[in-house]
């Protein structure tokens, strides 16, 4: 019973295409983020959405654009697609509610994009 | 400019002994810390929190350590089972509900 499903899991295409990874969450949180793991394996927080109303919003070129549809999805797309973008990306959610100490994210299995 | 760093990128560790993960900060608004674990091709699960009104937290194994005027918190394993062998990420926030910004994770291997 998956928690927090991205498709696909692998992802290689040529540059300049547009792609979309999508993910889901089946655990009713209320929070949902975009990573980006880089070459030197750091996970930077590219999106955050509460209640599909966009929070965090880092310095991310244009050409990405989260999507969401409602409080279980957060779709990421990315337009003319560079060979920088080769990364794994990582969705993940959670519950953050005031009085909550910790904000426990969880993960899904990540989708790694090959941009050739 | 990371402002969490794990400087050891690998560990290597026999069963049974204690395993130690070191993870270090610069911002001093940070209170909130988690650490993660990862094994290939999965995402991170996470292991264990703390926030700095405390400067121990422990469930079982797993013990983290907060030093706040030394800016370091650690990751202690004991017993260290081959089982713990995984990529360990911390991850630091001002508050719950900010981002939180990882390290670039440690690489613990558990030799049987």
């Known amino acids: 019973d998956t928690a927090v499903s991205q498709t696909p899991k692998y992802l290689v295409t040529q540059m300049g295409n547009d792609k979309s990874i999508k993910c889901e969450q089946n655990?009713?949180?209320?929070?949902m983020y975009w990573y980006k793991q880089d070459s030197k394996k750091f996970l930077k927080i590219m999106f955050s959405?509460?209640?599909?109303?966009?929070?965090i919003n880092e310095t991310v070129p244009n050409r990405f654009s989260p999507k969401s549809p409602d409080k279980a999805h957060l779709n990421l797309h990315i337009n003319s697609l560079e060979l920088g973008d080769s990364a794994v990306y990582f969705c993940?959610?959670?519950?953050?509610?005031?009085?909550?100490?910790?904000?426990?994210?969880?993960f899904g299995p990540g989708t790694r994009l090959t941009v050739l | 400019d990371q402002q969490v760093k794990q400087n050891s990128p690998s560990l290597s560790v026999q069963e049974g002994r204690i395993s130690i993960l070191n993870c270090d900060y610069t911002?001093?608004?940070?209170?909130?810390f988690l650490w993660y674990k990862k094994y290939p091709a999965e995402g991170p699960t996470f292991l264990i929190s703390?926030?700095?009104?405390?400067d121990k937290n422990e469930d079982g194994r797993f013990t983290v350590f907060l030093n706040k005027s030394a800016k370091h918190l650690s990751l202690h394993i004991v017993p260290s089972q081959p089982g713990d062998s995984a990529v360990y990420f911390c991850?630091?926030?001002?508050?719950?509900?900010?981002?939180?910004?990882f390290g670039s994770g440690t690489k613990l291997n558990v030799k049987p």
């Open positions: 993940a959610s959670s519950q953050v509610s005031s009085g909550l100490s910790y904000n426990e994210q969880f």
């Open positions: 655990l009713g949180h209320d929070t």
């Open positions: 959405y509460n209640n599909k109303e966009l929070i």
């Open positions: 911002n001093s608004m940070f209170d909130y």
């Open positions: 703390i926030s700095s009104i405390k």
């Open positions: 991850a630091a926030s001002p508050a719950p509900w900010n981002k939180f910004y």
